[in-house]
């Protein structure tokens, strides 16, 4: 997102001169001569202002690549040489995109810290030329202007934007361990203020247009046009070229001030500001939330604050020094690899490599209103797709309708879509009582109560009213789809799409295929998912098929770990200073404890005793006295409604006291009480790829951190091994082996990289 080769987009932009294009002086519009080879960028001059056009081919986005900065250069010194240009716009002809970020892998083609630093620093030269440019320069934003764009953009004069829902403002470098590393850390807080670009910078999180604005990183509007003779999206970038012409022709005639009158509100924040006291206690209570959320596991969040201080306190040669050192030092750690190695994952995981399927899904028919099954009809009404909602009670059916409601009109609030908006994707949704329509059903998502024999109920009650290419998915987290699938008269239309709750936050679908599932049937369920904006892992059938499997003994371990005598909140502690982001006990609640009790039950007949750990009747007797979890309002923590602190039930202590373990202090530290949950976790993981559940480890680590919450800080389970070493983890697991039995030996191809150094998981 924000390679710093990349953020070098002119790293010798001006170093050269160019002889005048005296054809410019005598025709309004001209083409550049030297431009008419060039495949990434073009220029045009008109009139007295040169328009510079970006638009990588082959690609749906553009980011800064090296073809993309050596062309801009050779443009950029062009216009700057040029007497006949006044001013510059900078503009991208591809729609939904101005620039989306750099290309990652330039960065990690870099073999050293001071190769990256080196690189942040030829690209703080360069867009300290755009900022200096006796031209102003002006960047006409349309769609994702990202990491390296948004620094690009925020070094010119002048910014204009379009209204689009695809407009979209950040600095998402954070989010791959990295920091904006081309000034963005020094020029953001200048625009913004400080606690606007702490915000930014920290988060990761997208601005929209107007409230790019409203906060003073974008300074004019533009509103996107419909269609007429052209697509509204060529209209529209037409349409803002025009203005943003405009605009930089005002600049240079001095119509237009550079100078933005501050309000009162402003005025009176630059004075506090003022006082060293005031920015000490922002940097303190930065830094102090920072270490909440993080628990220090992310080093990129406390350089950016460094940063920044360094630049404000120390002045701006300071700032940038910090920003290119930190920027090289950060590229190089491993929590920046593992970040970076899901940023590609997620790429990968979002792609069908199934082929295209026979035929479109246009309606989804989805049995049971619950919360799962209204959460798959949440995030399919919005996509065009017809979505029947079938539950056995009226009341079911109702609370299913009001969850997808209440989803789409939470977005109305945030005036994400309009009311209107609203209407017209509830007018895709259908809740019924029966099976009328399902004769139109391209596909069928089951997601009633685990239980085999409702599925096969349900099952073949479809299968009487569905047409032959119909597809039927099962949302189970447990069964075996081949199970399902023995009640069916066409198996290979059969699959399993393993749905996580809630389904509109959770970005996983776990896809399980059996021997019998067709291809096209395979590829039709990831096209949904894709459609449902899901990372989609594909696997194969088996018990709890990958998350759940690797869950399960983790959850049993942490119940052994509550009867050896730690508290809940101790033991939620210890998981999320591991980085995990929901702590064990917490994790339980969120699953449902019956929900836990059923799969434990499963999963201990299907391993057996390699699936043991704390005794099950610990989570039955909790079920039994109606302690489900969150749903129930207790389970290992009570709660309350408008409560975000919680009490541990205090209820489940006799039940724990009944169950009492001793623990053995050999293996009961911190440290080992982490690292016994997360030993049977990847131990798990990799016995799956072992065994050809998993098609490969990339899958194996989205699956876990987007599904299960793995410490995204660590990559997933399969990069954690190749990060702290088999050989280390085999040596822990030895000696919990000695202690608990076959819970912790590990498996042949963990065993297989212990021996092996030189084996790795990522290459």
């Excluded at 100078?259 to 920015?279: I, W």
Aim: glycine letters at 10%.
């Amino acid at each position: 997102m924000a390679g710093v080769r990349a953020l070098g987009v002119v790293s010798r932009f001006m170093s050269r001169r160019y002889a005048p294009i005296t054809d410019c002086t005598f025709r309004t519009f001209s083409v550049v001569p030297a431009m008419l080879a060039q495949t990434h960028v073009s220029a045009e001059v008109k009139g007295d202002v040169g328009v510079v056009r970006m638009n990588a081919p082959n690609s749906k986005v553009n980011t800064l690549s090296v073809q993309m900065q050596q062309e801009m250069t050779e443009v950029m010194n062009q216009m700057l040489a040029n007497n006949a240009v006044q001013s510059i716009v900078i503009i991208s002809s591809k729609p939904g995109c101005f620039i989306a970020g750099a290309d990652i892998n330039m960065i990690q083609g870099c073999n050293s810290v001071e190769e990256v630093t080196k690189l942040s620093q030829e690209g703080q030269k360069s867009f300290e030329k755009f900022e200096k440019s006796p031209k102003p320069i002006v960047a006409a934003i349309n769609g994702s202007c990202l990491g390296g764009g948004l620094e690009l953009a925020i070094a010119c004069q002048y910014r204009i934007a379009t209204k689009s829902k695809k407009t979209a403002l950040g600095t998402p470098e954070v989010m791959l361990g990295l920091l904006p590393g081309a000034g963005g850390t020094q020029r953001l807080p200048k625009m913004v203020g400080l606690p606007s670009a702490f915000d930014m910078m920290l988060t990761g999180r997208n601005i929209r247009a107007d409230k790019a604005k409203k906060m003073g990183l974008v300074d004019h509007l533009v509103d996107t046009l419909g269609p007429g003779l052209k697509s509204p999206e060529e209209r529209t970038i037409e349409y803002l070229e025009e203005i943003a012409i405009e605009c930089a022709r005002g600049i240079a005639n001095k119509k237009i001030s550079l100078s933005k009158p501050k309000g009162m509100m402003q005025k009176v924040q630059d004075y506090v500001m003022g006082f060293e006291f005031v920015r000490n206690q922002i940097y303190k209570t930065v830094h102090g939330k920072v270490m909440k959320q993080s628990k220090g596991l992310y080093p990129a969040p406390l350089k950016i604050i460094e940063c920044v201080k360094t630049g404000i306190e120390q002045g701006p040669v300071a700032g940038y020094l910090v920003e290119s050192q930190h920027f090289g030092q950060l590229a190089k750690t491993t929590e920046s690899a593992a970040l970076i190695g899901l940023y590609h994952g997620q790429v990968a995981c979002k792609k069908n490599r199934f082929g295209a399927p026979q035929k479109e899904v246009k309606t989804l028919a989805i049995i049971g209103a619950g919360l799962m099954g209204a959460g798959i009809a949440q995030v399919m009404v919005d996509k065009g797709v017809h979505t029947i909602l079938k539950d056995t009670a009226v009341a079911g059916l109702a609370r299913g309708e009001q969850q997808v409601f209440k989803g789409l009109n939470d977005k109305t609030k945030k005036r994400i879509i309009t009311s209107f908006e609203r209407d017209s994707i509830l007018s895709n949704l259908t809740g019924q009582l029966d099976y009328s329509s399902f004769e139109k059903a391209d596909m069928v998502i089951e997601a009633v109560f685990e239980d085999i024999n409702i599925k096969h109920k349900v099952l073949k009650e479809v299968e009487a009213v569905v047409p032959p290419h119909c597809i039927f998915a099962s949302n189970t987290s447990a069964l075996p789809i081949k199970d399902i699938a023995a009640a069916s008269k066409r198996p290979d239309k059969v699959i399993g799409m393993h749905y996580f709750s809630p389904v509109d936050k959770m970005q996983l679908l776990e896809i399980i295929t059996t021997d019998q599932t067709s291809n096209d049937t395979t590829a039709s369920a990831v096209a949904v998912g894709l459609k449902q904006g899901k990372v989609i892992i594909v696997v194969k059938d088996g018990p709890g098929f990958y998350t759940t499997r690797c869950l399960a003994p983790m959850l049993a371990e942490a119940v052994r770990v509550l009867q050896e005598g730690v508290d809940p909140k101790k033991l939620d502690s210890l998981t999320t200073g591991f980085g995990f982001p929901v702590g064990a006990a917490a994790l339980a609640d969120e699953v449902g404890i019956d929900v836990a009790a059923h799969v434990a039950e499963d999963l201990g007949k299907a391993f057996g005793s390699r699936f043991g750990g704390g005794n099950v009747e610990v989570l039955k007797t909790m079920v039994d006295l109606g302690f489900k979890g969150r749903k129930s309002g207790k389970g290992c923590y009570v709660y309350q409604p408008g409560l975000k602190v919680r009490d541990v039930n205090p209820d489940i202590e006799e039940i724990l006291e009944k169950y009492k373990l001793t623990p053995n202090p050999a293996v009961s530290s911190d440290s080992d009480v982490q690292y016994r949950l997360v030993s049977r976790f990847v131990n798990e993981a990799v016995l799956c790829l072992q065994e050809g559940i998993l098609n490969n480890p990339l899958e194996g680590d989205i699956g876990a951190v987007f599904g299960l919450g793995f410490p995204p800080c660590l990559g997933g389970p399969f990069r954690f091994v190749d990060s702290f070493g088999a050989d280390k983890l085999v040596d822990k697991m030895r000696r919990y082996e000695e202690i608990y039995g076959n819970q912790f030996t590990p498996c042949q191809l963990l065993l297989d990289h212990a021996k092996d150094s030189s084996k790795k998981f990522h290459k």
